[in-house]
């Protein structure tokens, strides 16, 4: 029986977890979280039997204290619960579902305590990557990409010498945007936005994808994840999402790993490593298939990209400039206080006022965060 521990339970990595869980059977959950979704919450309580559930949110800490009384799951609050959850007795794995920099230290203190790293918190490898990955290897953790991009890159570099790796290649829809030019996103809605062409994700990782910001960010964590150069990253854009991502090796042979979208495939593989199990779902169907198609993706219009790897060129504190902004234009675009381009004003005008760290340790990171909010929440 395999025990694992999730951060993010009631989101969409999350849910999806628990749906391999139920598909395989011989998982036990040992611990959940989420921020304030305790309706969900306590529904995920009832049906797994978690030891521990922790929630952000102190209030509705309190509130489903009182409405679980009648089951054995304790309910811990704030970053000392999450703490608690992710360093907890018995667990082998910790399944970094959060979204935002609120993963990073949770991902520490598992670390230190022995767990591996089902890793879909891409934040925590673009702000604190350096940090991350000696301590990983320090502590004989493994760090298991959950993304579909990097589960792609790291599923075709199995059995494969990495220090043989001539290219990743990250593969894009594009978004729901493709193809439009930046005049066309003027008046773009929130709407508009939330209709990915292929894949179905949680809202902020959704509107990433159309500003192309997430794949900023993939490229990004994919230099940490695989210890590669920056110029060793290529994006292409692959609209029908079949080619999750592919390696080319210094003889120019390219490997891919290939699939309908489906975030149960990359779950399970993290959680079973190195072995696979039947999942249930669609098949890749070529003959219906057709054609797959690629293209360079348009920098000129969708500024995400160039602006991380600017921002990833930089090193030191520039990462987190970039991310903290980005994540507090996507609640901005979301609450439809801003609109679209406005993202990449904010991104671009909190970089450029930033004096950059160049190490900078977790309490420099987390500063850095905290300074970039206040300034975006002076002028926006």
Known sequence: MK?????????????????????????????????????????????????????????????????????????????????????????????????????????????????????????????????????????????????????????????????????????????????????????????????HPNWVMGQKITVDSATLVNKGLEVMEARWLFDVTLDQIQVVVQPQSVIHSMVEFEDGGIIAQLGTPDMRLPIQYALYYPHRRYLDGERLDFAKLGSITFEEPDMDTFLGLPMAIRAAEEGGSMPTVFNASNELAVKKFLRQEIGFLDIYEIIGQSMERHKKIENPDLDEILAAENETYQWIESRW
Do not use: C
């Open 3 to 195: 025990k694992i521990a999730i951060l993010g339970s009631t989101g969409s990595i999350g849910t999806q977890t628990l749906d391999v869980v139920r598909s395989n059977g011989d998982i036990e959950v040992l611990g959940i979280s989420a921020g304030k979704n305790i309706d969900k919450l306590e529904e995920q309580i009832r049906e797994f039997s978690p030891k521990l559930a922790a929630v952000w949110d102190e209030e509705k800490a309190r509130e489903l204290a009182v409405r679980t009384k009648d089951t054995n799951t304790r309910i811990v609050a704030g970053m000392d619960g999450l703490l608690e959850l992710a360093s907890m007795e018995g667990s082998e794995i910790l399944v970094t579902a959060i979204v935002g920099m609120l993963g990073i230290r949770p991902t520490i203190e598992a670390i230190r305590a022995g767990k591996d790293i089902a890793l879909a918190n891409k934040e925590t490898l673009v702000t604190a990557g350096h940090l991350i990955m000696p301590m990983a290897r320090e502590y004989g953790v493994r760090i298991l990409p959950v993304d579909s991009e990097h589960s792609a890159i790291f599923q075709a570099l199995n059995g494969e010498y990495r220090k043989e790796i001539h290219k990743l290649l990250i593969t894009a829809s594009g978004g729901p945007f493709r193809g439009r030019k930046r005049k066309d996103l003027e008046k773009v809605t929130l709407q508009d936005t939330l209709k």
